[in-house]
């Protein structure tokens, strides 16, 4: 059963501390992105990887990191710099080979509040 | 200005309705056209995908493009209120993905 988890569904943080959202995807896909998604707002790329150890910043990078060790795995810290960071995350995969005619295909998103 | 323009509603219509959702766009360089739906809190579903002007059909869903215009479109024909979502529409460059901020439906029973 091939598709893209997210954990957790929910996460609560304290001002001040870095939390990490998982990103798993067993489609084999080689490009992973990371969407925040605020109400009114759309989906807002924060970074992208391509290939394994190789990552971009997206729009809105600042106060968040990320990691591409593995090709199923797309970890995203939110760290303490980030001023705003209550949002809906979604993490998402595509193929690269074969041109731009390739979907994009979303996990089921993680909802992050900062106490 | 927005690379992609899409009119966030909210768009109420009564279940059997045939709905209109739309989306322009600026770039001329977008090749592929999306639409994506997402239910409340949930991540959102791939429900079509085109990449030249005219008409995609797919059971009660139809994508249209029109490049010419920079204009896209998708019409659900006999509505249900399980349509009820928010509706994206998303475009491609490269491996550059551009999303409209969404479409609000509910379908009423």
Same mark, same amino acid.
């Given at each position: 059963?091939?598709?893209?988890?997210?954990?957790?569904?929910?996460?609560?943080?304290?001002?001040?501390?870095?939390?990490?959202?998982?990103?798993?995807?067993?489609?084999?896909?080689?490009?992973? $992105?990371?969407?925040?998604?605020?109400?009114?707002?759309?989906?807002?790329?924060? $970074? $992208?990887?391509?290939?394994?150890?190789?990552?971009?910043?997206?729009?809105?990078?600042?106060?968040?990191?990320?990691?591409?060790?593995?090709?199923?795995?797309?970890?995203?810290?939110?760290?303490?710099?980030?001023?705003?960071?209550?949002?809906?995350?979604?993490?998402?995969?595509?193929?690269?080979?074969?041109?731009? $005619?390739?979907?994009?295909?979303?996990?089921?998103?993680?909802?992050?509040?900062?106490? | 200005?927005?690379?992609?323009?899409?009119?966030?509603?909210?768009? !109420?219509?009564?279940?059997?309705?045939?709905?209109?959702?739309?989306?322009?766009?600026?770039?001329?360089?977008?090749?592929?056209?999306?639409?994506?739906?997402?239910?409340?809190?949930?991540?959102?579903?791939?429900?079509?995908?085109?990449?030249?002007?005219?008409?995609?059909?797919?059971?009660?869903?139809?994508?249209?493009?029109?490049?010419?215009?920079?204009?896209?479109?998708?019409?659900?024909?006999?509505?249900?209120? !399980?349509?009820?979502?928010?509706?994206?529409?998303?475009?491609?460059?490269?491996?550059?993905?551009?999303?409209?901020?969404?479409?609000?439906?509910?379908?009423?029973?």
């Amino acid at each position: 059963d091939g598709g893209i988890t997210q954990s957790p569904k929910y996460l609560f943080r304290k001002e001040g501390q870095n939390v990490t959202l998982s990103c798993e995807q067993n489609l084999n896909h080689d490009a992973m $992105y990371w969407y925040r998604q605020d109400p009114g707002q759309g989906l807002r790329l924060i $970074y $992208y990887s391509q290939i394994v150890n190789d990552f971009q910043k997206g729009d809105i990078a600042e106060g968040y990191s990320v990691s591409r060790e593995k090709k199923e795995s797309f970890p995203l810290t939110v760290t303490s710099a980030q001023k705003n960071p209550t949002a809906f995350y979604l993490c998402a995969s595509s193929i690269v080979a074969g041109g731009p $005619y390739n979907e994009q295909f979303f996990g089921p998103g993680t909802r992050l509040t900062v106490l | 200005q927005k690379e992609v323009e899409q009119d966030p509603g909210p768009l !109420s219509v009564p279940e059997g309705a045939i709905v209109s959702l739309n989306c322009t766009y600026s770039n001329s360089a977008f090749q592929y056209f999306m639409w994506y739906r997402q239910y409340s809190r949930k991540g959102p579903e791939l429900l079509m995908y085109t990449y030249s002007s005219g008409n995609k059909e797919d059971g009660r869903f139809t994508a249209q493009v029109d490049k010419s215009s920079k204009y896209i479109s998708l019409f659900i024909r006999d509505s249900q209120p !399980s349509d009820s979502a928010t509706y994206l529409c998303a475009m491609k460059t490269g491996n550059q993905f551009y999303f409209g901020t969404g479409t609000s439906l509910t379908v009423i029973p």
